[in-house]
């Protein structure tokens, strides 16, 4: 979603005014990046997480207000604090899956609507869990690395997730073909 150039002056001008202490700017602040947090929040995780990490993103936003630079552009400032928050549930999420603390298939945020559904994406992912374990560890990083974002810049990178990709299709087709 997309400020235009009205909403995005009367954001800066309520964040400006919420960082020297005006609470009543509070729900202008609100207003205007609500929509623009939950919509960036929705493109980059699956659909029980976004209200949280729109949520979150907003509650840190207002804890940090008073950091504002009314220098700086407030969209800008929100969007980098709202990344951070979605960074930080897509690897909590990324983490329980490494640590095996996910014991309980129903704890996946599937997207499944019926119990079969649900059974077979938990198979699914059992599936992947168990193929990924066969792996080198290299190999594993780098596949996570991309699924969360965090790419190398590089021919390096590149190269060595091309390899990492070809293995998991191997060693997939190897135990599930």
């Known amino acids: 979603m997309i400020l235009d150039p009205r909403a995005r002056a009367e954001l800066q001008r309520d964040l400006t005014r919420l960082a020297d202490g005006d609470r009543e700017a509070f729900e202008g602040v609100f207003t205007h990046l609500w929509p623009?947090?939950?919509?960036?929040?929705?493109?980059?995780?699956?659909?029980?997480d976004v209200d949280d990490a729109a949520q979150g993103a907003l509650l840190k936003l207002f804890e940090r207000a008073?950091?504002?630079d009314p220098a700086r552009d407030a969209v800008a400032?929100?969007?980098g604090l709202a990344m951070w928050e979605i960074r930080t549930v897509r690897r909590r999420w990324w983490r329980r899956r490494d640590t095996g603390t996910l014991d309980d298939a129903t704890e996946l945020p599937l997207h499944a609507a019926t119990p079969e559904e649900r059974a077979i994406?938990?198979?699914?992912?059992?599936?992947v869990d168990q193929t990924l374990a066969t792996l080198r560890?290299?190999?594993?990083?780098?596949?996570l690395r991309y699924a969360l974002d965090e790419r190398t810049i590089g021919a390096g990178f590149r190269k060595r997730l091309q390899?990492?990709?070809e293995r998991m299709r191997a060693a997939w087709r190897l135990n599930h073909e």
Do not use: N
């Open 36 to 48: 623009v947090v939950r919509s960036l929040a929705a493109r980059y995780l699956p659909p029980p």
């Open 137 to 143: 560890p290299e190999d594993r990083d780098a596949l």
């Open 163 to 165: 390899r990492a990709r």
């Open 121 to 127: 994406a938990a198979d699914l992912a059992a599936a």
């Open 77 to 79: 400032w929100a969007i």
């Open 66 to 68: 008073g950091e504002f």
